[in-house]
């Protein structure tokens, strides 16, 4: 079955800290991968896409993902946090030459002072 | 600028009551466009692939005479909330495929609360 675990509900990190936000999937074929953002009340911001190629992706906001096929995850990082970083963050999974995505559980991502 | 235009972002109707969702591709063509359903706290489910010019593909469990869809052109797609019932209430957000791109583009989404 195809599906896309996120398996940390929720985390808490300091400003300034480092971030990796885990992300597994199963799918079939050859998935690409999304890294979303959503603020409260709002849509969904892309942070970075993964299609093929070099297996570590550059984003927006500083942020980067690793793509790691034996594992099958696609973890989303970031070196040091800053306060606005704050939201959920969804990770999902879709067919090569296709629009239809699985989403992820969604990881809330706290940042304290 | 804005690739998807969604409409509205807000709306309240009374039980028993239909609403209709618009989501309009602004920059491209779009021959499939894509509905989301997000409660509130949870993660985005698909409901279905709206196709140009053909029935709605829907998801398994998604009831397609109460989720109306209609693709009557390349630019929109309309979702409808027939008979609309306050567990209908819910984040709902559509996207589309731009195969040139090779890119997946969102609406802003619409937040529907049924009183």
């Known amino acids: 079955a195809q599906s896309v675990t996120q398996p940390d509900i929720h985390i808490t990190v300091s400003e300034g800290a480092s971030l990796e936000l885990r992300c597994n999937y199963s799918?079939?074929?050859?998935?690409?991968l999304f890294w979303y953002v959503q603020s409260p009340g709002q849509g969904l911001q892309l942070l970075l896409k993964?299609?093929?190629?070099?297996?570590l992706v550059q984003g927006i906001k500083g942020f980067e993902a690793e793509f790691k096929r034996s594992q099958s995850s696609f973890n989303l990082r970031k070196p040091s946090v800053h306060w606005s970083d704050a939201a959920e963050y969804f990770c999902?999974?879709?067919?090569?030459?296709?629009?239809?995505?699985?989403f992820g559980q969604g990881t809330e991502l706290s940042v304290k002072p | 600028g804005a690739v998807v235009s969604q409409h509205p972002s807000w709306v309240i109707c009374k039980s028993g009551t239909s609403v209709k969702i618009e989501c309009r591709s602004l920059?491209?063509?779009?021959?499939?466009m894509f509905w989301y359903r997000q409660f509130p706290k949870q993660s985005l489910m698909l409901m279905a692939t709206?196709?140009?010019?053909?029935?709605?593909?829907?998801e398994q469990g998604v009831e397609k005479d109460k989720f109306l869809i209609n693709h009557a052109s390349l630019t929109l797609s309309t979702l409808t909330v027939t008979s609309a019932h306050p567990e209908d209430s819910s984040f709902y957000i559509c996207?589309?495929?731009?195969?040139?791109?090779?890119?997946?583009?969102f609406g802003e989404g619409s937040w529907l609360t049924v009183v």
């Open positions: 999902a999974v879709g067919a090569q030459g296709g629009g239809k995505l699985i």
């Open positions: 799918y079939g074929a050859t998935p690409y």
């Open positions: 993964y299609f093929s190629g070099d297996t």
């Open positions: 920059d491209f063509q779009a021959t499939t």
């Open positions: 709206s196709n140009e010019g053909s029935k709605a593909t829907y």
């Open positions: 996207s589309l495929y731009d195969s040139s791109g090779n890119t997946i583009y």
